[in-house]
C-alpha cells in the first residue's frame, strides 16, 4: 500500500514596524524553539489573507495591515535517514504593524519585535531570512 503524503498550506507575514521585524519563538514541532515570522496552518474556507491577519493575532495579539504578497516557500522536514517527512508549502505576505504589543499566544513561547541584527543572530526555521529580504521592497510605505 502507497501512503500519500500532501504538503501543508502555511500562511504567515513579515510584519514591519519602523526598521524591527515582528518574530516569534516557535513552542511546537516544526521548528520548536527557533524563531520564525507569525503564522500558521491555512483552515478551510479562509483566504490566505483572512488566515495570516488570524494568526498573527492568535500568536502574537498584533494587528496588522497587508502590503503585498511576497511569495511562495517550501520547507522539508527530513527524519534521521534523510527522507522527507513533512512538506510545508508557506505563503508569506508583508504587513505593517498597527497596534498592539506582542505577547506570545497560542503557539508561541516568546513574540517581540527584532532589528535586522538581532534576527542574523538567531537561529531561525524555514526560509524566514529569505521571506525578510524578499518583504524589504514594499516597506517604503512604513
Not at 21 to 27: D, E, G, N
Not at 33 to 42: E, Y
Not at 117 to 142: P, Q, T, Y
Amino acid at each position: 500500500m502507497v501512503h500519500e503524503q500532501l504538503p501543508v498550506i502555511g500562511v504567515g507575514a513579515v510584519v514591519w514596524k519602523e526598521n524591527r521585524v515582528l518574530m516569534i519563538r516557535r513552542a511546537n514541532a516544526p521548528g520548536a524553539g527557533h524563531w520564525s515570522i507569525p503564522g500558521g496552518r491555512l483552515e478551510f474556507g479562509e483566504t490566505t489573507e483572512q488566515a495570516m491577519l488570524r494568526e498573527i493575532m492568535e500568536e502574537t495579539a498584533v494587528t496588522c495591515e497587508t502590503l503585498a504578497l511576497i511569495g511562495v516557500y517550501d520547507a522539508f522536514v527530513r527524519d534521521n535517514a534523510g527522507l522527507i517527512s513533512d512538506h510545508f508549502c508557506l505563503i508569506n505576505y508583508a504587513a505593517k504593524w498597527l497596534s498592539g504589543a506582542p505577547v506570545a499566544g497560542d503557539d508561541a513561547l516568546d513574540a517581540r519585535f527584532m532589528t535586522l541584527d538581532e534576527i542574523n543572530e538567531l537561529e531561525v526555521w524555514g526560509e524566514v531570512r529569505g521571506a525578510i529580504r524578499d518583504s524589504e521592497k514594499h516597506i517604503s510605505s512604513i
